[in-house]
């Protein structure tokens, strides 16, 4: 692998701090590819996501029908799938190679990003780039809140809780043996400048090692403690017990890899959390068959021919697959 151009992906669930990391590694000199997602007012300093990255994954969750907020532990399957498609690895390799031409420090944020490691690694084992990840850390209470406020409540606390552990167990997992580093939101918020520089040394990234805070006062106005506004714990947030008790668990294990160490004493701790949460979510979608039941899609009923068997022209329409008979009702549609 190539010593000199490095790709840097910020991991974690939206919410816990990536986008703040993001804009700080962008004003210290990694370049973030443009354009960017447009700042609003869940996220007024900005996102530091590529408009590029978003789409990208975006597009490709889509397909594999995943969420950002995904709670199923088989939904890892459907994204890990990509990673083994020819053509989706040619669009992202020509993609980071086009920007490895702008810097030899390239960082992407993108809450996505977790669900395609794989993939990303493919990548940048063909271009011999020199890959590390940084992942935030955030209380999954905190993370909950924000986002309660920030997307609304189309999704439930329960099922945000659970995708965060399904979320954080994984790309944990992933990251493993890999040059990587854990920050927690709050230490970023306090000593952005120490963080840095630790982070430097852990992954070995010279742009951030012997970290001078004196460099950037830019990143001292960047950096706004006011915008940590979602604080406590589990109060007003409605999370089964067994979620909230395996969430604290999960993020008490969490903590001893926000050090200088990888912390590797933890990964049978998250290794049967992990297998936890599987039999938990297991259970739950046992439970809940009949509601998953009940908003399937109904097939409509053919209509029977006089003596009660299915007209010729029905068989025959069955054997066009599926795809082919919307086009042709469609275009039958156009014609009227």
């Given at each position: 692998?190539?010593?000199?151009?490095?790709?840097?992906?910020?991991?974690?669930?939206?919410?816990?701090?990536?986008?703040?990391?993001?804009?700080?590694?962008?004003?210290?000199?990694?370049?973030?590819?443009?354009?960017?997602?447009?700042?609003?007012?869940?996220?007024?300093?900005?996102?530091?996501?590529?408009?590029?990255?978003?789409?990208?994954?975006?597009?490709?969750?889509?397909?594999?029908?995943?969420?950002?907020?995904?709670?199923?532990?088989?939904?890892?399957?459907?994204?890990?799938?990509?990673?083994?498609?020819?053509?989706?690895?040619?669009?992202?390799?020509?993609?980071?190679?086009?920007?490895?031409?702008?810097?030899?420090?390239?960082?992407?944020?993108?809450?996505?990003?977790?669900?395609?490691?794989?993939?990303?690694?493919?990548?940048?084992?063909?271009?011999?780039?020199?890959?590390?990840?940084?992942?935030?850390?955030?209380?999954?209470?905190?993370?909950l809140a924000s986002a309660r406020r920030s997307y609304g409540e189309w999704q439930t606390d329960a099922s945000r809780a659970a995708s965060w552990l399904n979320v954080m167990l994984e790309s944990?997992?992933?990251?493993?043996?890999?040059?990587?580093?854990?920050?927690?939101?709050?230490?970023?918020?306090?000593?952005?400048?120490?963080?840095?520089?630790?982070?430097?040394?852990?992954?070995?990234?010279?742009?951030?090692?012997?970290?001078?805070?004196?460099?950037?006062?830019?990143?001292?106005?960047?950096?706004?403690?006011?915008?940590?506004?979602?604080?406590?714990?589990?109060?007003?947030?409605?999370?089964?017990?067994?979620?909230?008790?395996?969430?604290?668990?999960?993020?008490?294990?969490?903590?001893?890899?926000?050090?200088?160490?990888?912390?590797?004493?933890?990964?049978?701790?998250?290794?049967?959390?992990?297998?936890?949460?599987?039999?938990?979510?297991?259970?739950?979608?046992?439970?809940?068959?009949?509601?998953?039941?009940?908003?399937?899609?109904?097939?409509?009923?053919?209509?029977?021919?006089?003596?009660?068997?299915?007209?010729?022209?029905?068989?025959?329409?069955?054997?066009?697959?599926?795809?082919?008979?919307?086009?042709?009702?469609?275009?039958?549609?156009?014609?009227?």
């Open positions: 692998m190539s010593d000199r151009r490095r790709l840097v992906l910020v991991v974690g669930v939206g919410r816990s701090g990536t986008s703040l990391l993001a804009g700080i590694l962008g004003q210290v000199g990694f370049h973030i590819p443009q354009p960017e997602v447009v700042a609003d007012s869940t996220n007024p300093r900005g996102f530091g996501e590529p408009r590029w990255v978003v789409d990208f994954h975006t597009r490709l969750m889509r397909r594999a029908r995943v969420t950002v907020f995904d709670a199923r532990p088989a939904a890892w399957e459907k994204t890990r799938a990509f990673a083994e498609n020819r053509e989706v690895q040619a669009e992202l390799r020509d993609w980071v190679a086009s920007e490895m031409r702008h810097s030899d420090d390239v960082v992407v944020k993108d809450p996505r990003v977790g669900w395609f490691l794989p993939l990303w690694l493919s990548a940048a084992r063909e271009l011999e780039l020199s890959t590390s990840f940084i992942t935030m850390l955030r209380h999954p209470a905190e993370i944990e997992r992933a990251t493993r043996g890999a040059p990587r580093a854990f920050i927690r939101y709050e230490d970023l918020m306090s000593d952005w400048a120490g963080e840095l520089g630790r982070v430097g040394d852990t992954v070995d990234l010279p742009l951030l090692a012997g970290f001078d805070r004196a460099r950037f006062p830019e990143v001292d106005q960047f950096v706004d403690p006011t915008l940590h506004r979602n604080r406590g714990g589990w109060d007003g947030l409605e999370v089964p017990e067994s979620v909230r008790t395996l969430s604290d668990d999960v993020w008490t294990a969490l903590q001893p890899l926000a050090g200088r160490g990888d912390g590797a004493e933890v990964h049978p701790t998250l290794d049967a959390a992990r297998v936890t949460y599987d039999e938990l979510y297991a259970e739950a979608e046992a439970i809940a068959q009949s509601s998953v039941t009940a908003v399937k899609p109904r097939r409509k009923q053919q209509a029977p021919t006089q003596n009660g068997s299915v007209s010729l022209r029905v068989r025959l329409a069955r054997r066009v697959p599926a795809r082919y008979r919307r086009r042709i009702r469609s275009a039958l549609g156009r014609s009227r």
